[in-house]
Nanobody
Framework: VQLQASGGGVVQAGDSLRLACAAS????????MAWFRQIPGKEREFVSY?????????????YYGDSVKGRFTMSRDDAKNTVYLQMNSLKLEDTAVYYC????????????????WGQGTQVTVSS
């Protein structure tokens, strides 16, 4: 599984940015996908994850970390093997390297349970 994150950049507080993560994998639609972020010297922080509920026929759920809830929206396009992270109302404290991650089994918000990672994309929010 190869993941390629893109879309990072330098923006001002209050601006929006959309990250994308393209996956090179078979059966992309079956993978649990997630976004995490990390500031140097700090532990990787959960941002959001997408998971199917009781099998795909039952729908899906997307979970968000408390610090981004209401501002960030995760989505996926299985036809393009891509997940997105729409980030609105960006704050200075959103500055970090953002990583996408994938797992074949449920992994939740625990970054240690995701075996596949993209290279990260830097998001810098300035005042």
């Amino acid at each position: 599984v190869q993941l390629q994150a893109s879309g990072g950049g330098v923006v001002q507080a209050g601006d929006s940015l959309r990250l994308a993560c393209a996956a090179s994998v078979r059966s992309f639609s079956s993978y649990v996908m997630a976004w995490f972020r990390q500031i140097p010297g700090k532990e990787r922080e959960f941002v959001s994850y997408f998971t199917w509920t009781d099998g795909r026929s039952s729908g899906f759920k997307i979970y968000y970390g408390d610090s981004v809830k209401g501002r960030f929206t995760m989505s996926r396009d299985d036809a393009k093997n891509t997940v997105y992270l729409q980030m609105n109302s960006l704050k200075l404290e959103d500055t970090a390297v953002y990583y996408c991650a994938a797992a074949e089994l449920y992994a939740g918000a625990d970054h240690t349970k995701y075996p596949f990672w993209g290279q990260g994309t830097q998001v810098t929010v300035s005042s």
